[in-house]
């Protein structure tokens, strides 16, 4: 499988939301925790959205 990385994101915060706008994982990010474990989510679509250093980016993310 294919894996896209999010570039170098050291501190920040990542969330999950899922599509009901519901926040369903918050976790701080920094450089020695550079992944959110979603392995407990249900099969289904979320937003991940990442801050860091002032700017947010958003994600779908298509679970399995």
Known sequence: PYSRGLGDV???HGKYYN??????????????????????????SYVMKVTSNGVTGSYTVIKR
């Open 10 to 12: 050291y501190n920040g």
């Open 19 to 44: 599509l009901l706008g519901q926040l369903v994982l918050s976790q701080k990010i920094d450089a020695t925790r550079s992944q959110l474990n979603i392995s407990e989510f249900a099969t289904g």
